[in-house]
C-alpha cells in the first residue's frame, strides 16, 4: 500500500488511524487504487485485543513513531476514524482534511470537544451499521430475564430439575427511548415477537409513529406515562444536552413495577443512583447495562455486585461482522466522495444536533 | 361448578384433570352453562407448583378421594387432559368419554400407551399452544450463546471491565429439523434476525419450502448436507418411530465445527452420547437441551456439569400466559363440538402418524 503504491500528487490521501483488520485495509486499498493512496501502518496504531476493537486508549507510540504519524497525517485528505489521544487541534495536524469516517456512531460528544462543531469538515459516521447488534443485545437481554437463565444455570450448577413457568414476550408492551435506527430495529423485532412497541420521540403524531414501526409515540412530557404503561424500556437515544438525566429519580417512581431496563444509549441519559435506588427496591425486577456514566465502570460501582443487573463493558455493538460492513460503508462513501456526490454520502453527522 | 350447577342429564360432562387456576374453570363453566356442567375438583388433584403446572406426578389421592375420583370420570362425556397414573384402561374408567383435550402437543405415545391409536376418540391437542414460547427459549439460548452472556456474569463478578466481539445473528442459517408450528414460527422469528432458516422435512420441494418461510427444505437423505451448512441446529420433531435416534454419531460427525445445538423435540430424537462426545470435543460449540431420553435427568447425567451445556427442565414451553390461551382453545373447540362442527375443533391428534 503506502509502500508500494506509485507516488502520484493527483491522488486523494486517506489514512487509517485505528486498528483494522489487514484484509478490510486491502479491499480499501484496492477499490480506487488509481484515484487513492492509501496509509495503512498498523505498526503505529494498537494492536486488536479482540476482532473489531478499535483501539486501546492507554497505547503510546514511541517519539520517533510519534514523528512518523503526524508526518503521515499532515498528508492525509480523509480519515478513517478520528485519530486518538493527540494533543494538537485536529486543523493543526492534518491541515488538508476534509473528511473523516467514524467507527462510531455517537460522536456527537468528540466532534464538540474537538471543536469541530463549526467547522466545515465532512463527518460520516457509523450509525446503522450497530442497529442490529444492539437490537440482538436488547432481545438477548430481556429473553435471558424472561426465561430465567441465570438462575436455570445455578439450578444446573446444583444438579436440580425445577420446572417453572417463565415469561412470554408476546403481548408485553416495549418501550423504545429514541426511536432512531437502532429503535426501529427493536421495535421490528419486538413485533416479529408479538409484543407491542412504543417509543418516545420528539413529536407524537401518529402518522410519525405508524413510520417508525410502532404502536403509539409520547412526545417528552409523556414519558412518565409511557413509562408506567412498559413491562420493558429500552434507552437507545445519542447524548446530547436534551437527554442528559432525562430519567432521574422522577422517572423512575414512574415507571411499571417489575419492568425490566436496558440501557445502551449513553450512561448520562440516566442518573444512576435512582436506577439504583429502583432496582434495590425491586420496582426494576432487571436490568442489562451496556453504557455508564463513568468507563470503564469502577470497581466500586455498586452494579457489579446486583444479581438483578448486568454488566456489559460497552460491547453491545460489537460484533465479528462490523469491519467487514465498516469497509463497505466506507468504500461506498469513498466512490460518492471521488464523484463529488457529497449529498450521496451516509450518515452525515448533524453538526447542529450532534447525532 | 359442579356443586352449584342445576343437574341436567341432557347436559355434556365436561371434566377437568390436571391442575388449573381457578379463574379458567369459571370462564370454562360459564361458556356454555346451559349446554355443560363443568367438573373441576381442585381438591382431587395435585396442588400445582408453579403457574401453567399440569401436575405433580408423584401425587396421589387417598383411597376416599380414589373413590370420588373414579364416580366423576364415569360420568365425563369430555376430558381435560388425560387423567395420569391411571391402572385402569381408560374406556372402562370413563365409558361415556367422547372427546379429550390435552394440556400438551407431543401426546402420541401417549395415546399410543394407552392403547387408544385405533380407537374413535376424538383427541385435541395443545399443538401450537406452545410454538410461541418455545421458539424464545431457542433464541434466548442462542443469544445467550452468541452474546457470551454466561462469561460476561462472570466477569461482573470478577468486576472484570474486557471489552470484547460478540457473534451477530444476521446472516447466520438456522437448520429446522422439524418444520411444524414450531419450527415455523422459529423460522419467522430468524427471518427477522435477517438469519437464513432451511429446514428438515418429509419432501424437498421448493414452494413447500416457501409455504413453510425456509430458504431451502432438505429430506432426510440430505440432512448431513444440512447440519454441514448451518450455524445452529434446531430440533422441533415430535417423537415418531421416524425420529428415534434420527442424529447419532454420522450426524454429529457431519455438524459444522462450532455450531450451536438447541433440542426443544423429544430426547428420543438425540444419540446423547454421540451428541455428549461432539460437545467434548468442541465440535458442537454450545448446547441448549429442553429434552432428555430420560427426565428428570439423572444426576450421574454428564450434561449437567458441562460448561457449554444449558440444561432446562423440560420448561421451555412453559410460560404464565399458557393456561389462558388453553382455556381459550377449550371453549372454541367446547363450541364446535356442542354445534356438532367436528371438522372446525383443532388441532386434532392424527393417530396414524401420532402428531
Same mark, same amino acid.
Given at each position: 500500500?503506502?509502500?508500494?503504491?506509485?507516488?502520484?500528487?493527483?491522488?486523494?490521501?486517506?489514512?487509517?488511524?485505528?486498528?483494522?483488520?489487514?484484509?478490510?485495509?486491502?479491499?480499501?486499498?484496492?477499490?480506487?487504487?488509481?484515484?487513492?493512496?492509501?496509509?495503512?501502518?498498523?505498526?503505529?496504531?494498537?494492536?486488536?485485543?479482540?476482532?473489531?476493537?478499535?483501539?486501546?486508549?492507554?497505547?503510546?507510540?514511541?517519539?520517533?513513531?510519534?514523528?512518523?504519524?503526524?508526518?503521515?497525517?499532515?498528508?492525509?485528505?480523509?480519515?478513517?476514524?478520528?485519530?486518538?489521544?493527540?494533543?494538537?487541534?485536529?486543523?493543526?495536524?492534518?491541515?488538508?482534511?476534509?473528511?473523516?469516517?467514524?467507527?462510531?456512531?455517537?460522536?456527537?460528544?468528540?466532534?464538540?470537544?474537538?471543536?469541530?462543531?463549526?467547522?466545515?469538515?465532512?463527518?460520516?459516521?457509523?450509525?446503522?451499521?450497530?442497529?442490529?447488534?444492539?437490537?440482538?443485545?436488547?432481545?438477548?437481554?430481556?429473553?435471558?430475564?424472561?426465561?430465567?437463565?441465570?438462575?436455570?444455570?445455578?439450578?444446573?450448577?446444583?444438579?436440580?430439575?425445577?420446572?417453572?413457568?417463565?415469561?412470554? #414476550?408476546?403481548?408485553?408492551?416495549? +418501550?423504545? !427511548?429514541? @426511536? &432512531?435506527?437502532?429503535?426501529?430495529? *427493536?421495535? /421490528?423485532?419486538?413485533?416479529?415477537?408479538?409484543?407491542?412497541?412504543?417509543?418516545?420521540?420528539?413529536?407524537?403524531?401518529?402518522?410519525?409513529?405508524?413510520?417508525l414501526g410502532v404502536d403509539r409515540l409520547y412526545d417528552h412530557p409523556e414519558l412518565k406515562q409511557m413509562l408506567a404503561a412498559a413491562d420493558c424500556v429500552v434507552v437507545c437515544a445519542p447524548?446530547?444536552?436534551?437527554?442528559?438525566?432525562? #430519567?432521574?429519580?422522577?422517572?423512575? +417512581?414512574? !415507571?411499571? @413495577? &417489575?419492568?425490566?431496563?436496558?440501557? *445502551?444509549? /449513553?450512561?448520562?441519559?440516566?442518573?444512576?443512583?435512582?436506577?439504583?435506588?429502583?432496582?434495590?427496591?425491586?420496582?426494576?425486577?432487571?436490568?442489562?447495562?451496556?453504557?455508564?456514566?463513568?468507563?470503564?465502570?469502577?470497581?466500586?460501582?455498586?452494579?457489579?455486585?446486583?444479581?438483578?443487573?448486568?454488566?456489559?463493558?460497552?460491547?453491545?455493538?460489537?460484533?465479528?461482522?462490523e469491519n467487514a460492513k465498516l469497509t463497505e460503508l466506507f468504500i461506498r462513501n469513498l466512490g460518492h466522495y471521488l464523484a463529488g456526490e457529497i449529498d450521496r454520502m451516509s450518515p452525515q453527522?448533524?453538526?447542529?444536533?450532534?447525532?
Amino acid at each position: 500500500m503506502t509502500d508500494t503504491a506509485p507516488r502520484n500528487s493527483e491522488r486523494l490521501v486517506a489514512m487509517i488511524t485505528s486498528p483494522l483488520e489487514s484484509e478490510y485495509a486491502e479491499r480499501i486499498a484496492a477499490a480506487y487504487p488509481a484515484q487513492v493512496e492509501l496509509i495503512y501502518r498498523p505498526d503505529l496504531m494498537p494492536a486488536t485485543r479482540y476482532v473489531g476493537d478499535h483501539g486501546d486508549p492507554a497505547f503510546r507510540r514511541t517519539a520517533d513513531q510519534e514523528r512518523e504519524w503526524h508526518e503521515l497525517l499532515a498528508r492525509a485528505d480523509v480519515l478513517w476514524d478520528f485519530p486518538p489521544n493527540e494533543r494538537l487541534p485536529l486543523h493543526e495536524l492534518a491541515p488538508k482534511l476534509r473528511w473523516v469516517q467514524t467507527t462510531s456512531a455517537g460522536v456527537g460528544q468528540l466532534v464538540k470537544r474537538l471543536g469541530l462543531q463549526n467547522s466545515d469538515l465532512l463527518i460520516t459516521t457509523a450509525s446503522g451499521i450497530h442497529a442490529q447488534p444492539l437490537a440482538e443485545f436488547v432481545f438477548a437481554a430481556l429473553l435471558y430475564y424472561s426465561k430465567e437463565l441465570g438462575r436455570l444455570r445455578e439450578e444446573q450448577r446444583a444438579k436440580l430439575w425445577n420446572r417453572f413457568c417463565g415469561i412470554e #414476550l408476546a403481548g408485553r408492551t416495549i +418501550a423504545i !427511548i429514541g @426511536p &432512531g435506527r437502532i429503535g426501529q430495529e *427493536i421495535a /421490528r423485532i419486538a413485533r416479529t415477537f408479538r409484543m407491542r412497541p412504543v417509543a418516545m420521540g420528539r413529536r407524537n403524531d401518529p402518522a410519525r409513529a405508524e413510520a417508525l414501526g410502532v404502536d403509539r409515540l409520547y412526545d417528552h412530557p409523556e414519558l412518565k406515562q409511557m413509562l408506567a404503561a412498559a413491562d420493558c424500556v429500552v434507552v437507545c437515544a445519542p447524548q446530547t444536552p436534551e437527554t442528559d438525566n432525562l #430519567l432521574g429519580a422522577d422517572e423512575f +417512581a414512574a !415507571i411499571k @413495577p &417489575g419492568a425490566v431496563f436496558i440501557n *445502551i444509549g /449513553r450512561g448520562t441519559i440516566v442518573d444512576e443512583s435512582a436506577l439504583l435506588e429502583a432496582l434495590q427496591d425491586g420496582r426494576i425486577a432487571f436490568a442489562a447495562l451496556d453504557v455508564f456514566r463513568e468507563e470503564p465502570l469502577p470497581p466500586s460501582s455498586p452494579f457489579w455486585e446486583m444479581p438483578n443487573v448486568l454488566v456489559n463493558p460497552h460491547s453491545a455493538s460489537t460484533v465479528d461482522t462490523e469491519n467487514a460492513k465498516l469497509t463497505e460503508l466506507f468504500i461506498r462513501n469513498l466512490g460518492h466522495y471521488l464523484a463529488g456526490e457529497i449529498d450521496r454520502m451516509s450518515p452525515q453527522l448533524d453538526k447542529r444536533q450532534l447525532y
